[in-house]
């Protein structure tokens, strides 16, 4: 099957379990009546989805609002749109979840990213802790997790483009709303809190990095307020572990 048919083709299962039928995305910088996208989304108009004169498309603004228009021109520099009037996302979960991430080995906070950006995250924190053996996060790899994100949002559906913050020490690591931990030793289940946690406006969930958070990390969290969970007798991948106290907040919620 070829790219386009492919895109053709598509379709994408809801939250809600309804089949949704797809129309190309694009990212844009601001929705108006006559945008001019050029740079990568162009390329991947033009490019990638071959997308002529006349095409249906749906752009988004990355802050919470779409468009439906068409492709009214298709050049070696830009490729131009002509936009209906802009809606708000009903997209957007309620739960504003930002995951604070220690910073992971090799290119596994994209393993983050990807999926979180999907299931609705709001905001990536990554931080460095004690355990952490990857201790800084280059200007490089910091563009490629945005990338990321525009992606993940532009094939999810999504309007916003949630942020990913450059990595602070874990001493000046901020929190939004309830703050949930995820360490082993913890006394109680994410299910035990999950009814509290989905109560709020706002949840920041910490996790650690391979070697995991120390004792006095997850002591000073608590010390602060945070609760501190158990994810299950099996034992998850640094990189696994965000996700899936994402998807639990984030699916339960029933966004």
């Known amino acids: 099957m ?12 809801s939250t809600s379990g309804a089949r949704v039928e797809r129309v190309d995305r694009v990212l ?6 006559t945008v001019a996208v050029r740079g990568p989304e162009a390329h991947h108009l033009r490019d990638v989805l071959r997308l ?18 068409r492709i009214a021109a298709v050049d070696r520099d830009a490729v131009t749109l002509e936009l209906g009037e802009p809606r708000d996302s009903t997209a957007e979960p309620r739960l504003r979840v930002t995951l604070a991430v220690a910073l992971l080995k090799g290119d596994k906070l994209v393993d983050v990213v990807r999926p979180a950006t999907e299931l609705g995250v709001a905001r990536f924190r990554p931080f460095v802790s004690t355990n952490c053996e990857a201790r800084e996060l280059s200007a490089v790899k ?49 299910a035990d809190e999950l009814e509290g946690l989905l109560a ?40 696994t572990a965000p996700v899936a106290i994402a998807a639990a907040l984030l699916l339960l919620e029933g966004t």
Request: proline letters at 6%; a neutral charge; aromatic letters at 4%.
């Open 52 to 69: 002529r004169v006349g095409a249906e498309v749906e752009a988004f603004d990355g802050q919470g609002r779409y468009a439906r228009g």
């Open 142 to 190: 910091l563009g490629r997790l945005r990338r990321v994100a525009q992606e993940a949002a532009r094939q999810s559906g999504r309007s916003v483009v949630p942020e990913v913050e450059e990595p602070v020490p874990f001493a000046r690591l901020a929190a939004e709303g309830a703050v949930v931990v995820g360490d082993p030793a913890a006394e109680s289940g994410l």
């Open 2 to 13: 070829t790219a386009r048919r492919a895109q053709d083709v598509q379709r994408a299962w």
């Open 28 to 33: 844009v910088e601001a929705l108006a009546p």
């Open 200 to 239: 709020g406006p706002a949840v920041t969930v910490v996790t650690g990095p391979e070697g995991g958070l120390t004792e006095a990390e997850v002591e000073t969290l608590r010390a602060a307020g945070a609760r501190a969970v158990r994810l299950g007798p099996r034992v998850l991948r640094a990189d």
